[in-house]
């Protein structure tokens, strides 16, 4: 007989028993407790916080494994406090870096631009001074045509 053979004996399970309704009034409300006890909104940030932050307590051992985290300055919530952005220090390093690729791309745009702008400079003036050649050349042209071809 095969390992993976199909075996034609199922036994048939029980059924499981049915549970009691649930009433649709229950009588006692189940209530969340607030964060910070009624001391305010500023009593559950501290608390949220903390939670977020590492805290060198002899209950909770610094974690080396994880990485550490930066508080960047923000705009003014709406009710005048100021908000803060946690952001892991790897992917701070990160945008450091790709920013400053940004600076030294930008640095050789300029470069290319103010390159241009020499070049243009230096082809009007290439072309102005062919303006006043052709120019030159035209009033000696009629010159020789008045004083030639009309004499005649």
Do not use: C, Y
């Amino acid at each position: 007989m095969g390992l993976f053979s199909k075996k034609s004996d199922v036994p048939e399970l029980p059924r499981a028993p049915t549970l009691p309704k649930l009433s649709d009034s229950p009588t006692k409300p189940h209530m969340l407790p607030s964060i910070g006890g009624g001391r305010g909104r500023k009593m559950g940030d501290q608390m949220l916080k903390s939670a977020v932050t590492d805290t060198d307590s002899p209950m909770h051992p610094p974690m080396h494994s994880t990485p550490m985290m930066h508080e960047l300055p923000s705009d003014s919530s709406e009710d005048g406090h100021k908000k803060e952005v946690f952001v892991k220090l790897d992917k701070f390093t990160q945008a450091q870096k790709t920013f400053e690729k940004m600076k030294v791309k930008m640095s050789e745009i300029e470069s290319l631009v103010n390159k241009a702008k020499q070049l243009n400079e230096r082809e009007k003036a290439e072309l102005d001074s062919w303006h006043e050649e052709l120019d030159r050349i035209r009033s000696k042209v009629t010159e020789i045509d008045s004083e030639v071809f009309n004499q005649v």
